[in-house]
């Protein structure tokens, strides 16, 4: 069934190409608004309730033949409406549906604070499209937050831990970083800071914000290496300001991690070649990597360590290596890292067509370039590394054919000779870099 939103659009489009003059400047804009009046309201409310919101906000409470909202949000405004009230359905998905069935009617969906900040404004947006919703914000929990303790916004990172693993932290684990950490519920600042402790980050200062703007609201301070004081609300924020101890194992935010941070069984690009590569393979925000016989994981972990958007999908053979990448992209903090057993070249479905291929790990074997190239979007990269006399054939044999550039990079490091010391020769790497036109 088609969208009411994409009906209307189709129909202005009609309208469009009938119109004898042809003149689209005189026709309301498809992308932002098709006149349609709008239906949905999505409220910011706080745990000041009801009485802290406008009157505008207040009267579409008021009039609602239907109301959506968390629990805690529908206990804020009893008695102030006679709609019918819906707790969030689990799953999510589900809410869509029990809206749909009300379009065209008055319907209030709560949220908190402001919604458009990790909240449900831009599922409902994606859903039903701008036009349909009146959108009345309230205060973010960052904003009261930052009030709180005086905290400029755009100095902290926020990192949301709900429904997400406390791996997410270790890329914002940075000497004197502020943190602002939203809470899945009370159990949150304690695992937070068992987790700061683990890593060497104990003497850190945790702010537990309770309740914001409630009558029960709260702030403690204490180090993450303190016992967390009982009770925790379920409502809750941690602000974090991080102090690295001596030995703190935190990730810099270099290209070319040492080897140790990652678990291996020798199947690794190494320190100096990998940050070679990450260059050559330039991620940009939001794109996509494909590391065909990803190995240990690292160019997949260091590609998405770069920007949060990122994205890797690694393939790898071998089952135990499979699982180690896993671990290791949990270990640094990049968890969606997606990883598939199989043996290449193989076909790859699934997968989002990439900005970027890494082929580390067979090279020389047949199809194996070929599964990369063709995948590439126009103006998308590929970087293939060989240390074989076979890979760096197969590499000259692409380059032949697509173009590009090929290179050969040398490193050298110190090693004792029996009682002295002097630089022994690695492996040269031959790498070919290309760009798909």
Same mark, same amino acid.
């Given at each position: 069934?088609?969208?009411?939103r994409?009906?209307?659009?189709?129909?202005?489009?009609?309208?469009?190409?009938?119109?004898?003059?042809?003149?689209?400047?005189?026709?309301?804009?498809?992308a932002?608004?098709?006149?349609?009046?709008?239906?949905?309201?999505?409220?910011?409310?706080?745990?000041?309730?009801?009485e802290?919101?406008?009157?505008?906000?207040?009267?579409?409470?008021?009039?609602?033949?239907?109301?959506?909202?968390?629990?805690?949000?529908?206990?804020?405004?009893?008695?102030? /409406?006679?709609?019918? @009230?819906?707790?969030?359905?689990?799953?999510?998905?589900?809410?869509?549906?029990?809206?749909?069935?009300?379009?065209?009617?008055?319907?209030?969906?709560?949220?908190?604070?402001?919604?458009?900040?990790?909240?449900?404004?831009t599922?409902?947006?994606?859903?039903?499209?701008?036009?349909?919703?009146?959108?009345?914000?309230?205060? /973010?929990?960052?904003?009261?937050?930052?009030?709180r303790?005086?905290?400029?916004?755009?100095?902290i990172?926020?990192?949301?831990?709900?429904?997400?693993?406390?791996?997410?932290?270790?890329? =914002?684990? @940075?000497?004197?970083?502020?943190?602002?950490?939203?809470s899945?519920?009370?159990t949150?600042?304690?695992r937070v800071?068992?987790?700061?402790?683990?890593?060497?980050?104990?003497? /850190?200062?945790? =702010?537990?914000?309770?309740?914001l703007?409630?009558?029960?609201?709260s702030l403690?301070?204490?180090?993450?290496?303190?016992a967390?004081?009982?009770?925790?609300?379920?409502?809750?924020?941690?602000?974090?300001?991080?102090?690295?101890?001596?030995?703190?194992?935190?990730?810099?935010?270099?290209?070319?991690?040492?080897?140790?941070?990652?678990?291996?069984?020798?199947?690794?690009?190494? @320190?100096?070649?990998?940050?070679?590569?990450?260059?050559?393979?330039?991620?940009?925000?939001?794109?996509?990597?494909?590391?065909?016989?990803?190995?240990?994981?690292?160019?997949?972990?260091?590609?998405?360590?770069?920007?949060?958007?990122?994205?890797?999908?690694?393939?790898?053979?071998?089952?135990?290596?499979?699982a180690?990448?896993?671990?290791?992209?949990?270990?640094?903090?990049?968890?969606?890292? =997606?990883?598939?057993?199989?043996?290449l070249?193989?076909?790859?479905?699934?997968?989002?067509?990439?900005?970027?291929?890494?082929?580390?790990?067979?090279?020389?074997?047949?199809?194996?370039?070929e599964?990369?190239?063709?995948?590439?979007?126009?103006?998308?990269r590929?970087?293939?590394?060989?240390?074989?006399?076979?890979?760096?054939?197969?590499?000259? @044999?692409?380059?032949?054919?697509?173009?590009?550039?090929?290179?050969?990079?040398?490193?050298?490091?110190l090693?004792?000779?029996?009682?002295?010391?002097?630089?022994?020769?690695?492996?040269t790497?031959?790498?070919?870099q290309?760009?798909?036109?």
């Amino acid at each position: 069934m088609i969208a009411p939103r994409l009906q209307r659009l189709a129909k202005l489009a009609c309208l469009a190409r009938s119109s004898k003059d042809q003149d689209l400047h005189r026709l309301p804009s498809l992308a932002f608004h098709s006149g349609a009046t709008p239906w949905l309201t999505l409220i910011g409310l706080g745990e000041d309730g009801f009485e802290a919101l406008s009157r505008q906000a207040q009267r579409a409470i008021a009039e609602a033949c239907f109301i959506m909202g968390g629990r805690r949000h529908l206990a804020l405004i009893e008695g102030k /409406s006679h709609a019918e @009230q819906q707790c969030w359905p689990s799953p999510y998905a589900q809410a869509m549906q029990m809206l749909e069935r009300y379009e065209g009617r008055k319907v209030v969906v709560l949220a908190s604070g402001d919604p458009f900040f990790f909240g449900a404004g831009t599922q409902l947006v994606t859903h039903f499209g701008r036009e349909a919703m009146n959108v009345l914000p309230g205060r /973010s929990c960052l904003t009261a937050a930052c009030a709180r303790l005086g905290w400029s916004a755009q100095d902290i990172s926020v990192v949301s831990l709900c429904g997400r693993p406390l791996s997410h932290l270790v890329p =914002h684990l @940075q000497p004197n970083a502020r943190l602002m950490l939203l809470s899945a519920d009370e159990t949150t600042p304690a695992r937070v800071a068992a987790f700061l402790t683990e890593r060497g980050c104990g003497q /850190s200062r945790l =702010h537990l914000l309770e309740a914001l703007d409630g009558p029960r609201e709260s702030l403690r301070t204490l180090r993450a290496c303190e016992a967390m004081p009982e009770p925790v609300a379920r409502l809750n924020m941690v602000a974090v300001e991080i102090v690295a101890e001596a030995g703190a194992r935190l990730v810099p935010l270099s290209s070319g991690l040492p080897d140790d941070f990652f678990e291996h069984d020798g199947q690794i690009t190494k @320190q100096e070649i990998r940050a070679v590569t990450l260059s050559a393979l330039a991620p940009h925000p939001g794109q996509v990597l494909w590391d065909l016989g990803a190995g240990s994981g690292s160019i997949s972990i260091e590609w998405m360590l770069r920007h949060p958007a990122n994205r890797t999908f690694a393939v790898e053979r071998n089952a135990a290596r499979a699982a180690r990448i896993q671990r290791n992209a949990e270990t640094l903090g990049v968890p969606e890292l =997606h990883v598939e057993q199989q043996a290449l070249p193989c076909a790859l479905p699934g997968f989002p067509p990439p900005d970027a291929v890494f082929v580390g790990g067979g090279v020389g074997v047949p199809g194996v370039l070929e599964t990369g190239w063709s995948a590439l979007k126009p103006g998308g990269r590929l970087v293939a590394n060989a240390v074989t006399l076979e890979g760096e054939q197969r590499l000259f @044999q692409a380059f032949q054919a697509w173009g590009g550039a090929l290179s050969r990079i040398g490193v050298e490091r110190l090693g004792p000779i029996g009682n002295v010391f002097g630089f022994r020769p690695a492996m040269t790497v031959t790498q070919y870099q290309a760009v798909k036109t």
